[in-house]
């Protein structure tokens, strides 16, 4: 049985429901999910949104995790006060210690399933190659970015998101709640494999590295006035060409992609990030070496 203990996550945000709705099965059914002998702890990231099945109450519980907000006295919004909750009962230095974070979301973008990793830290690189190698998914690598930061999983020693869609957002369905059921079940496998030294780690991953994020074209008054281009639209993980076109106007104006962000989209019309200025975001297709220090790192982690 493996030592570490294992944050499990679901409703981050209270409007992507598949996630908790598993976890309240599981609440009913100890046998529902296989744990193979990993030490997990599960919450309810907002429950308080996610009663109003709303993403949030007074800002995004997923920036809401910065050192600024948790290390000041600041407690005038409901989800800052639950970031540090969840760190005081969760956090390395909390109750109930927990070393590695795994934080579930869905999509309304054609993203299928992937997984984001916040930074370079190589317990998380070397996790999500054992994932990418067991079930193919995507990696979203997210950094550099000064607007969006204070993300959960990045106040535990090792921590990423699973991100499922395409679904609505408040829609429970079925393809979904079987994905996350899967693919937690694979993540508790490979962490339990860890301590007996049982993983078969790919000599490669491959990433898409976040570049920057690309705002919908908007009118004076700060409201979108183009919408993206059916060419582009679902196309989440194919490379944009010079010239592609990216949005359109009812009146057919088109606004085509220049050398400079011909990369590869993702999250393309991402309901939730139209109030974050954000239409997608750009990356750029790497392959990397699997360096050892990275699984060093992960089953030291794990082990001690």
Known sequence: ????????????????????????????????IQTSGVNVLRVIGNPASREKCTRYLDRDLNRSFSSELIESDYAGDRESQRAKELLNLYGTLGENPCQIALDFHSTTSSMGSCLVIYGRRPEDL???????????????????????????????????????????????HTRIVLQIKLILEVFLEEISKIRSDENSFPEEIIIHRHLRNLDFPRDLQGSPNYFIHNQIQDKDWQPIQFGDPLFQSLDNQIVRASKENSYTPVFINEAAYLEKNIAMGLTSKETWRLEEQWKFALRDLIIN
Request: glycine content about 10%; some cysteine; aromatic content about 8%.
């Open 1 to 32: 049985m493996s030592g570490v203990q294992v944050l499990l996550v679901a409703g981050t945000h209270g409007n992507e429901i598949n996630a908790p709705w598993l976890f309240d099965q599981w609440d009913q059914n100890d046998d529902l």
């Open 126 to 172: 070397a996790l999500a190659s054992l994932i990418q190698f067991r079930l193919g998914l995507p990696i979203y690598l997210h950094e550099g970015d000064k607007c969006q930061n204070g993300f959960l999983v990045e106040r535990w020693p090792c921590g990423l998101v699973i991100e499922i869609g395409p679904v609505a957002q408040a829609l429970l």
